[in-house]
C-alpha cells in the first residue's frame, strides 16, 4: 500500500461535505456510516475521514494539502476541479515556505483551505531566487505575493 497522509475532520454538514469532497477527489468515498464517510482518492496520498460535528472545542485545521509529483500534475488536477464546477484560487511560481511552488486552492463548505501542489525548487538563499526563477519559471505566470502558505484572494 502507498503511505497516505490521514486526515480526519469534524464537519457541520456531513452531505454538503461528501459531495464536496466527492466533485474534489473525483471519486465516491469508500466507506459511508451513519454520521461518517472516508475517502481514498486515486490521485492523492491522503485518507480523508469527515464526522458529522464534533465536541467542546472542535473545530476546522488550519488548511490541508497535497503535494503531487509535477506542475503537469497540478495542471490536471486544476482542470478536472474546475470541470467539477469548484471555485479555486491559482498561484504559479509563488515562493512559499522557503520553496517555490505551483499550486491552487479550493475551500470545503466549512471554510477548510485545500491546496494542491507541486514543489519546483527550494530556495537556498535570496541570491539564488532571480537566477532560479528565470530558469525554471520560463513561461508561467507568477503570483503577485509572497505570503507563506496563506492562499491568495484571487478565485477563478
Same mark, same amino acid.
Given at each position: #500500500?502507498?503511505? &497516505?497522509?490521514?486526515?480526519? #475532520?469534524?464537519?457541520?454538514? @456531513?452531505? /454538503? ?13 469508500? *466507506?459511508? *456510516?451513519?454520521?461518517?464517510? /472516508? ?8 485518507? +480523508?475521514?469527515? %464526522? ?11 488548511? +490541508?494539502?497535497?503535494?503531487?509529483? %509535477? =506542475? $503537469?500534475?497540478?495542471? $490536471?488536477? @486544476? %482542470?478536472?476541479? &474546475? $470541470? $467539477? ?55 508561467? =505566470?507568477?503570483? &503577485? =505575493? ?7 484572494? =484571487?478565485? %477563478?
Amino acid at each position: #500500500m502507498t503511505p &497516505k497522509v490521514h486526515v480526519h #475532520m469534524h464537519v457541520s454538514d @456531513l452531505a /454538503k461535505s461528501r459531495e464536496f469532497y466527492r466533485a474534489f477527489f473525483g471519486a465516491a468515498p469508500v *466507506k459511508e *456510516k451513519p454520521g461518517y464517510v /472516508k475517502f481514498l482518492p486515486a490521485w492523492g496520498p491522503v485518507n +480523508l475521514a469527515l %464526522s458529522q460535528g464534533g465536541g467542546p472545542g472542535a473545530g476546522p485545521v488550519d488548511h +490541508l494539502g497535497v503535494q503531487v509529483e %509535477s =506542475t $503537469a500534475e497540478v495542471m $490536471a488536477q @486544476l %482542470s478536472r476541479i &474546475k $470541470a $467539477a464546477g469548484l471555485p479555486v484560487r491559482e498561484e504559479m511560481g509563488v515562493n512559499c515556505c522557503h520553496a517555490n511552488q505551483d499550486k491552487f486552492w479550493v475551500q470545503d463548505p466549512d471554510g477548510v483551505e485545500w491546496e494542491v501542489y507541486h514543489l519546483n525548487y527550494d530556495l537556498e538563499d535570496e541570491a539564488d531566487v532571480a537566477s532560479i526563477r528565470a530558469d525554471r519559471t520560463a513561461g508561467l =505566470t507568477l503570483a &503577485k =505575493t509572497n505570503a507563506c502558505c496563506a492562499p491568495s484572494s =484571487t478565485t %477563478s
